[in-house]
């Protein structure tokens, strides 16, 4: 079965430094990737997505993610972090139908400290 | 364009009590989705459409209805609200290809049952 593993439930930097989030999927064929963020009492809202090509995808506000399918994972990159990136990340994968439905990790949650 | 917006924002009901919660969306999206968000869990799928007049079950069905009658709109019922029902729902909407997957979210409604 289709999941998605986010090792890292909350995670502090100090703003400024680099970031990394880690993602794992499973998934038989080459799975469609999304990253999307929660800022706090808000909606989500999608930073990247890898359907197939060039391993290494730009997102918004910075954000890059790269997928390496031997290790079967889509890791969440920025090289400096800004305060307002606080909030909840989420990893989801494109589930096996033609219906569109996601399958979400269990979220990291970003804190940077000053 | 208002994107996704849901009615309400926030709600208390008592356990065994019934409501409504309302997704509209204005981009004309085929697939609407709805779920519910609780700490630690990411968010599960309640039910989805993949088009006007069609319902079907997501992963954590039990005690919710819904309803597609207008392509723009998804309503989810609770018919008997119970205390495990408290938590933060989210609709989404999604095109078909090439967009298919790229989920939009409302800002949510968070329901708690006493």
């Known amino acids: 079965a289709q999941s998605v593993t986010q090792p890292d439930i909350h995670i502090t930097v100090s703003e400024g430094a680099s970031l990394e989030l880690r993602c794992n999927y499973s998934y038989g064929a080459t799975p469609y990737l999304f990253w999307y963020v929660q800022s706090p009492g808000q909606g989500l809202q999608l930073l990247l997505k890898?359907?197939?090509?060039?391993?290494l995808v730009q997102g918004i506000k910075g954000f890059e993610a790269e997928f390496k399918r031997s290790q079967s994972s889509f890791n969440l990159r920025k090289p400096s972090v800004h305060w307002s990136d606080a909030a909840e990340y989420f990893c989801a994968v494109g589930a096996a139908s033609n219906t569109g439905k996601l399958i979400f990790g269990q979220g990291t949650t970003l804190q940077v400290k000053p | 364009n208002a994107g996704v917006t849901q009615t309400p924002k926030f709600r208390v009901l008592k356990t065994g009590q019934s409501m409504t919660l309302l997704c509209a969306q204005d981009m004309n999206h085929e697939y609407m989705y709805w779920y519910r968000q609780d700490p630690g869990m990411g968010l599960r799928l309640i039910h989805y459409?993949?088009?006007?007049?069609?319902?079907a079950k997501g992963e954590v069905p039990d005690g919710y209805n819904v309803s597609r009658l207008k392509k723009q709109n998804f309503l989810l019922g609770l018919e008997s609200a119970a205390p495990s029902q408290t938590s933060v729902y989210f609709c989404a909407s999604s095109p078909t290809r090439p967009g298919l997957y790229e989920q939009y979210f409302g800002p949510g409604t968070r329901l708690t049952v006493t």
């Open positions: 459409s993949v088009g006007e007049g069609t319902t």
């Open positions: 890898y359907f197939s090509g060039d391993t």
